[in-house]
């Protein structure tokens, strides 16, 4: 009786109307709160767990070429843990079991990016959150595209981010909190480039800086510039003297979003990593200011 009359008296009063609707926007700010955030770092204990998990390498819905590229990578190169490969509807069954870690494909918008621009990350999660798919704690992530890009090509970069995750996830053990603060950028040493060949991905540079004749008064060093198809063939070989460039972007119309430029060797180790907000008056692609970071 109590609760019927307190019923009817929120609802003639307005109250039950205002409550009514602060519980769907608090619903409905859960709901979209996996757009517009990542999974955290995960816990120093959390990295410990790692060794013991199988990783399940989480593929995508019906005939996906990341499939193809990613089965062929974690096959040939994958060593930390046992691996199993899966689809959605089993990693939702085995998300919330601590005994699992996954290597999943995860679209979501880079740092509350205003432009509403989604990407698709590669990343390594623990298993043992029974919560969403962000509370998940996190080793790794790396972009592969923007979310709607059917034409990215990112087929010779994968063996390389396999390697790189692990070695990642063993960095971590020993320098969590620098990592922490610095992400990615952390493993940016430009001392390391002078003496290598640097493949750089063609369709992936800034205006200004396209061609060898504009390169080299701000990157003296030794430049190829190639597509991803040649940069693939180039280091099909496993040459020891080479890094390479790989670049996610939304294109040079666009003045909107965030590109990505990372420079990785063969076998997995990162040289350098940069994001950066594109506007009208720094378009998309590797540009001058990446070019003096690196020299």
Known sequence: MKREVLFNYLRFSGTYTFFRKSIFLILLGFIFMGAFAKPKLASKKQIEMFRNTKTCVVLEDGIHYYNAYIQNAVSKYWKSTEYEFIDKMEFEKRRSDSKYSFLVLMDWIYDNDPAGISYNFITLVLGGSPGTLIQMPELCSIPLSYSNDKNADFEY???AVVKFMQMH????ESSRLMISFKGMKFYNNKSEFKDKVLL???????????TPDR?????PYYIKLLSSTEIRDEIA???SNAIFH???GPGENSGAGKCFEMIFDVAGNLYYYNTRKITNEKGDGFNLDDFKKIR
């Open 157 to 159: 970069v994968i063996p």
């Open 169 to 172: 996830v063993r960095k971590l």
């Open 200 to 210: 750089l991905n063609k369709d992936g540079m800034a205006l200004y800086v396209d």
């Open 215 to 219: 390169i080299k008064p701000v990157y």
């Open 237 to 239: 070989s496993d040459p």
């Open 246 to 248: 790989f670049h996610v």
